[in-house]
C-alpha cells in the first residue's frame, strides 16, 4: 500500500515553515494520542503516522530528499536517497494515463529491474500554460561502463552459481512444507563472479548525477505526473532499468488563481468608473485586453473573458478568465476632495433609496427585527 503525503497528514502547505509544521504535529498528537485514546487502536496508527511525518520534515535534511525524491529519499526500506528497491508504478501514472510497464516481482529470483525514482518540478503558472522544456539533475544507479553492467572485470568469467545451479533460488524441504528462497550465495542473480569489477566492486551499477531535457505539456497542472520510461535506476546485473516519474508542482502566481481550466483574478475599480461605467485594462497570459465596466458597478461582480484560461493537457475546451472586481476606497484625500466627497453624499442622500436601495432594503431589515424583539 503507497504511503501517505507527510505533508497531508500533518495538514500543511509544501512550503509550510518549521513553526507552522511544529504547531500542527503538536495538536495533532494531543488529538491521537494514545493515552488519550486508549481503545480505540486506529488513533494509534494515526499517532504513528503523524510522528513518523513530524520526524522527517522537522529535519532539513531529510525534508530536502523528501521533497526531491518522495518516500524514496528517506525511507530505508526503500533504499533512501531515492535509490531503493520500491516500485513506484503502482502509485504514479503519467499525465497521458500510461501506468504500465513498472517492474516485475520482487519476490522471482534473478537480476531485479531498477527501481523508479520520482523528481518534483516546481514552474511557473506560464510554463504550464504554455508547454516547456526543462534540464532536471538525477543522481541515480547508472550501469557501469567498464564492465558493461555485468559486475565482472572484462575478460574474465562469470560463473554459474553451484549452490542453486543458476535458477537464483533455492527449494527448502521443511516437513510437508516446500520453502522456495532467495539463493544465499549469489543474492537471486543465478552466477558468481570470481573477479569483481574494480569500479562497481562487483555490482554492476556506480553512483551519478546526470542531466536529462523533459518536455512539459501545456495545460499541465499541480499533481500531473510525467513518465520517463528507463530513466530511473540502473538494474541489477545489466537487468532492465526502472522508470523516472516527474511530479509537477506549479507555483502561485501573483496575478491568476486557477481552478482546472479556468483562471480567475481580482481588478480593483475606482469609485467613479463603478459609479458613472468605463474601461480598465486587464492583463492576460496572452496580453492585455481591455474590459467594460458598465454603471452602477457593484464591488464583487465577475465578468468572464471567453478563452482567455487555459486549454488543459488532457483535451477539451480552453477555459475563461472570470474577472472579480473589488471597488477601492480613495485614500490620502485632500481637503477639497473630502469637501467634494461630503456635497456628493448630501446630493445622493436627498434622493432618498433612490440612489441606494441596498443600504435603504438592509436598514428596513434591521429596523424590522428590532421591532420584533421589542428594542
Not at 83 to 89: D, R
Not at 186 to 209: F, L, M, N, V, Y
Not at 219 to 246: C, F, H, Q, S
Not at 348 to 364: F, R
Request: glycine share 14%; with cysteine; charged share 25%.
Amino acid at each position: 500500500m503507497a504511503k501517505e503525503d507527510y505533508y497531508q497528514l500533518l495538514g500543511v502547505a509544501r512550503n509550510a515553515s518549521d513553526d507552522e509544521i511544529k504547531k500542527s504535529f503538536r495538536r495533532l498528537a494531543m488529538k491521537y494520542h494514545p493515552d488519550r485514546n486508549q481503545d480505540n487502536p486506529e488513533a494509534e496508527e494515526q499517532f504513528k503516522k503523524i510522528k513518523e511525518a513530524n520526524d522527517i520534515l522537522s529535519d532539513p535534511k531529510k525534508r530536502a530528499a523528501y521533497d526531491q525524491f518522495g518516500h524514496a529519499g528517506v525511507d530505508p526500506s526503500m533504499g533512501g536517497g531515492g535509490h531503493g528497491g520500491a516500485q513506484f508504478s503502482d502509485i504514479f501514472g503519467d499525465v497521458f494515463g500510461d501506468i504500465f510497464g513498472g517492474g516485475g516481482s520482487r519476490g522471482r529470483a534473478g537480476p531485479q529491474r531498477g527501481s523508479d525514482l520520482r523528481y518534483n518540478l516546481e514552474i511557473t503558472l506560464e510554463e504550464a500554460v504554455a508547454g516547456t522544456e526543462v534540464k532536471i539533475p538525477i543522481p541515480t544507479l547508472v550501469s557501469c561502463k567498464p564492465c558493461d553492467g555485468s559486475g565482472a572485470t572484462k575478460g574474465s568469467k562469470v560463473t554459474t552459481c553451484a549452490t542453486c545451479q543458476g535458477h537464483g533460488a533455492v527449494r527448502m524441504q521443511q516437513g510437508f512444507f516446500s520453502v522456495q528462497q532467495t539463493c544465499p550465495t549469489c543474492r537471486g542473480a543465478g552466477k558468481q563472479i570470481k573477479d569483481p569489477c574494480r569500479s562497481c566492486h562487483g555490482q554492476g551499477r556506480t553512483q551519478e548525477t546526470k542531466t536529462l531535457s523533459v518536455k512539459i505539456p501545456a495545460g499541465v497542472d499541480t499533481g500531473d505526473r510525467i513518465r520517463l520510461a528507463g530513466e530511473g535506476e540502473a538494474g541489477e546485473a545489466g537487468a532492465v532499468a526502472g522508470d523516472l516519474y516527474v511530479q509537477v508542482n506549479v507555483k502561485d502566481h501573483p496575478i491568476f488563481t486557477r481552478d482546472g481550466a479556468h483562471l480567475y483574478c481580482e481588478v480593483p475599480i475606482s469609485f467613479p468608473t463603478a459609479a458613472i461605467g468605463g474601461e480598465v485594462e486587464v492583463p492576460t497570459l496572452s496580453g492585455k485586453v481591455a474590459l467594460k465596466i458598465p454603471q452602477e458597478t457593484q464591488t464583487g461582480r465577475l465578468f468572464r473573458l471567453t478563452g482567455k484560461g487555459v486549454k488543459p493537457v488532457r483535451g477539451g475546451a480552453v477555459g475563461d478568465l472570470l474577472c472579480r472586481v473589488r471597488l477601492e476606497t480613495p485614500v490620502h484625500l485632500s481637503k477639497e476632495q473630502i469637501d467634494l466627497i461630503r456635497q456628493l453624499e448630501e446630493s445622493l442622500t436627498g434622493g432618498g433609496s433612490k440612489h441606494s436601495p441596498q443600504a435603504h432594503g438592509w436598514l428596513d431589515g434591521v429596523k424590522q427585527f428590532f421591532d420584533k424583539i421589542g428594542l
